[in-house]
């Protein structure tokens, strides 16, 4: 079983800048695609980067291509998400996600953390 902790959410002004990290445990972390979605209120959830085993890809949803950066560290067992240009619509509980998978980025992870929330002030 995979844990994964979310942190480094909060309130920010448009325009601002956060660093999201999930920290992950129970499994061997290199053996881990790491995703990041989001549900903004009234929403579905939806993707918003993911970065395979060892980092050498990374993938981005179009709403957020150029403004957010998603990276790890193996060594450290954690996940990034570096966000610049917030937005108000980027408002949203940002959940990470691990599976053993890439393809799984699309049809469903298997391990979710509990989520932590930006909320972008206009």
């Known amino acids: 079983q995979v844990q994964l902790v979310e942190s480094g959410g909060g309130l920010v002004q448009a325009g601002g800048s956060l660093r999201l990290s999930c920290a992950a445990s129970?499994?061997?972390?290199?053996?881990?695609?790491m995703g990041w979605f989001r549900q903004a209120p009234g929403k579905e959830r939806e993707f918003v980067a993911a970065?395979?085993?060892?980092?050498?890809?990374?993938y981005y949803a179009d709403s957020v291509k150029g403004r957010f950066t998603i990276s790890r560290d193996n060594a450290k067992n954690t996940v990034y998400l570096q966000m610049n240009s917030l937005k108000p619509e980027d408002t949203a509980v940002y959940y990470c996600?691990?599976?053993?998978?890439?393809?799984?980025?699309?049809?469903?992870?298997?391990?979710w953390g509990k989520g932590t929330l930006v909320t972008v002030s206009s």
């Open positions: 996600a691990a599976d053993t998978k890439l393809s799984s980025v699309s049809r469903g992870m298997s391990y």
């Open positions: 129970g499994r061997t972390f290199s053996s881990l695609v």
């Open positions: 970065i395979t085993w060892s980092g050498g890809s990374t």
